[in-house]
């Protein structure tokens, strides 16, 4: 599709948006999608059968599995996470603890249809026993967290997110004890202080990510207060960083599972082992815990394969879940996507959407901007058409990003070169006196520059479903409207940027 061809069905659009799907609207309940069948019952691991003290306990650690619970897409799912888990040779489900140190729930369509809730009961399936809080878990704000603590078999810890006092809040446990037979092993949660960048403004409400080590050591000594024997440290960043250096410096953890930058790493902080297990089940992280000497032995990473899991209880929620959600056909869809592709097919997206509702907007001062970080993968490949599923927008957009306008800001290059932190669809448009923009409200803040100021932001009202116009929305509405003009959405149209009138 050229651009020309855009701009005649930009100036023939209609006062409202086609979608050819009304039934589906992003987030739901997926107890109305419709499933017949009733919910498996939930029978937990059982963790309390061994007697005595054991010779070593094996720690495995997750982290930010992003939602990718059920193997679409190229992923790895829980069901293989677990098979390769409890194929490592160093477990053991009597002696074993399974932990997570963060980012699980928000990523996918799947976890995201009920905001987590059934990520956190297959995690427990699986025999997940603690997790510490990530960035993302306070994507749907802490409403959503609390839910599903409640919903969770297993503590949530962070000791250091503290509320406007500098206390942390009551509803959230800085550290848990979980006993494998006479031996008690504590473990103490952190957030990365910073990674308040990387939450939408609002949702921590009044919270924040201290780097205040006292608060972490108060936690350590809860845990040795409460019988523990051992302590280890599940932190929500990166394996090198200085705030963990400095934590392990002052404190004697055993060892530190790490999260967030996915990498798969293996270190230690002047003898305390580091490890973290890649992300989006890719991999997981382990360390050996020895009682005869009083130390982590082995410790790692292992990348997860296709072995058969055992875990008829996961698999038989998992395949009930999936069941249940809507897989409603947008358009067809094909071609060899990248990150970039489907990046500007999302600016497309936003394009049209603005054009749609502001009609009167002109065209020729208007961009399109999102973050890359918000860029969560491509498309599907495929020589021949497919169905453009929301599980597949999904893929790209998975977070309830808002769209916003912002009109007659004055460009900052520094915000729309090529090589930062944004896609945008006309990057000339850093040469433009003025400009308006369409973007999310991830980015609509005074901390970027005054081009993203609040003041003046217009919230864009969704007009098929009322409230708030979410990203994944505007893609699936875009969508059907290519597909009522006959178009199969295509690579091919999106590689030299967005589609944009001259």
Known sequence: MTKKALLSLLVALPVTLVSACQGERGHQSVFNSGSTSSTPSVSYPDSSGFEGTPDE????????????????????SI????????????YDPATSIIVSAGDSW?????????????????????????????????????????ENM???????????????TQERPDWIESHAVISVGDLDVG????????????????????????????????AYQDCVTEGADTVFLIAHEDGYSSYLYELCDAIDFAGVFCGHTHQFQSSDFNGTPCVQGGSDNRGYSYMVYSTAE?????????????????????????????????????????????KQTSGNFVLSAMLYAVKVIYPDLATDRLVSVHNTGGIRGYYPQSDEPQDF????????????????????????YSQLRPSGYNYVSDYSCSEWPSVDIVTIDYLVNDSYSEMFSPEGAIAIQDPNRGGDYLIYNVVADYASHLDSQGIIIDSADYQSGAVYPD
């Open 57 to 76: 306990v094996s720690i495995f650690s997750i982290n930010d599995m992003h939602g990718k619970i059920d193997g679409s897409n190229g992923y790895s």
């Open 150 to 164: 409640a919903a969770a078999n297993f503590p949530l810890i962070c000791a250091n997110l503290v509320d406007e």
């Open 389 to 412: 599923t929301m599980d597949m927008i999904q893929i790209v957009s998975p977070f309830d990003n808002k769209l916003m306008l912002l009109t007659d800001r004055t460009p900052d």
């Open 79 to 90: 069901i293989d996470l677990d098979g390769s888990i409890k194929a490592d040779p160093n």
């Open 294 to 338: 009083g130390e982590v032995t082995r410790s790692g990473y292992r990348e997860v394969g296709s072995i058969s899991s055992s875990n008829q209880g996961l698999k038989d929620y998992l395949s009930w879940y999936l069941s249940s959600l809507p897989h409603n056909a947008y358009a067809q869809i094909q071609g060899y996507w990248t």
């Open 187 to 218: 473990f103490v949660g952190v957030i990365g202080p910073g990674l308040e960048a990387d939450i939408k403004v609002g949702m921590l409400e009044d919270c924040s990510f201290s780097e205040d080590i006292s608060l972490v050591a108060e």
């Open 106 to 146: 928000q990523g996918s369509y799947a976890s995201g249809y009920d905001y987590g809730k059934t990520t956190t009961i297959l995690m427990g399936l699986l025999g997940v026993r603690v997790m510490t809080l990530g960035n993302h878990e306070f994507d749907w704000g802490l409403e959503r967290i609390q």
